[in-house]
Nanobody, 119 residues
């Protein structure tokens, strides 16, 4: 079973950085591709980034390319999202998610962590 818990959200000024973490307390973390999604107030949830089970492949939505980096440490059952050069439009609840395929339709979700970027 997969149980995901995000951390690292908070309030930051535009241009600043945050690193989100998502830890899995289960024993099958390394089997799963991992995604980050976000949902801003009044908007639909959107895909942000994905990483394959071994970290060999990564994907990003165009709006975060060059600013965000997804990575994982399978020994720690943790996936990260390093967010640099943050913009007010990055303000959202960020969710990590796990799935057996990199189809942006994951099977398991965390509870989310709030990221607020002030201008």
């Amino acid at each position: 079973q997969v149980h995901l818990v995000e951390s690292g959200g908070g309030l930051v000024q535009a241009g600043g950085s945050l690193r989100l973490s998502c830890a899995d307390s289960g024993r099958t973390f390394s089997k799963y591709a991992m995604d980050w999604f976000r949902q801003a107030p009044g908007k639909e949830r959107e895909f942000v980034a994905a990483i394959s089970w071994n970290g060999g492949s990564t994907y990003y939505v165009d709006s975060v390319k060059g600013r965000f980096t997804i990575s994982r440490d399978n020994a720690k059952n943790t996936v990260y999202l390093q967010m640099n050069s943050l913009k007010p439009e990055d303000t959202a609840v960020y969710y990590c998610a796990a799935g057996l395929d990199m189809d942006r339709d994951p099977d398991y979700w965390g509870q989310g962590t709030q990221v607020t970027v002030s201008s």
